[in-house]
């Protein structure tokens, strides 16, 4: 059984500050991984997926990297914002379906 | 462009009470998911169709939970009756699968309390 584990479970750095949020998953075999912010009281958007045959995925100043083999990702913020304040959560999906299995996220706070 | 809507936003019952979510996909996605989140166990897989059809329900909880999808554009998720411990945050999300990897939307969830 997959098993997704985020640590630590919370954050707090001060603005400007580059930091490095990291996951790690038993199972290799995946298909792809996912990174999701999720702010208070809403749902899940999606920031970064990268596929299984992939090793990294940039999108301005977030950068997300996948090594299969050791079974783990880290998504790296750079020059990091109070607007960056968030759940930040990680998700594989199995190679021979649609299921995502989660890990239960870090919160971060950026402190001005 | 509408995201996936989730319907109602909150709901204060009591236990033994009927509870009906509802979700509206995002338009043209294929597949459908249910998820529930609570601080102690996290963000959980309950249910997801494709096209429709129910394709893995191993996350439903026991037998008083239900899901359906009727349509392309409308899924509920029933419970019933209600217990103290159903209390969470539950999610849908749409995408599209079958087309490159595509990412999974969610809408903002309904907050469930059950008294």
């Known amino acids: 059984k997959q098993e997704v584990t985020q640590i630590p479970a919370a954050l707090s750095v001060p603005e400007g500050e580059n930091l490095v949020l990291n996951c790690s998953f038993t199972?290799?075999?995946?298909?792809?991984l996912q990174w999701f912010r999720q702010d208070p009281g809403k749902g899940l958007t999606s920031l970064l997926l990268i596929q299984s045959s992939q090793r990294e995925q940039t999108s301005g100043r977030l950068n997300a990297s996948l090594d299969k083999s050791s079974g783990r990702s880290t998504l790296y913020i750079a020059a990091s914002q109070p607007g960056d304040s968030a759940t930040y959560l990680c998700?594989?999906?199995?190679?021979?379906?649609?299921?995502?299995?989660f890990g239960k996220g870090i919160t971060l706070s950026v402190r001005p | 462009d509408a995201g996936v809507i989730q319907s109602p936003r909150h709901e204060v019952t009591e236990m033994g009470q009927e509870v009906t979510l509802r979700c509206k996909p995002i338009s043209g996605h294929n597949s459908l998911f249910w998820y529930r989140q609570t601080m102690m166990r996290g963000l959980e897989l309950l249910i997801y169709?494709?096209?429709?059809?129910?394709?893995?329900d191993s996350g439903m909880p026991e037998d008083r939970f239900s899901a359906k999808m009727p349509n392309a554009s409308f899924s509920t998720l029933k419970i019933q009756p209600s217990e103290p411990r159903d209390s969470a945050v539950y999610f849908c999300?749409?995408?599209?699968?079958?087309?490159?990897?595509?990412?999974?939307?969610f809408g903002d969830g309904t907050r469930l309390s059950i008294l």
């Open positions: 998700a594989v999906r199995r190679p021979d379906n649609s299921k995502l299995t």
């Open positions: 999300a749409s995408s599209l699968v079958g087309e490159g990897n595509q990412p999974q939307h």
């Open positions: 169709f494709n096209n429709n059809v129910p394709i893995d």
């Open positions: 199972d290799s075999a995946i298909y792809n």
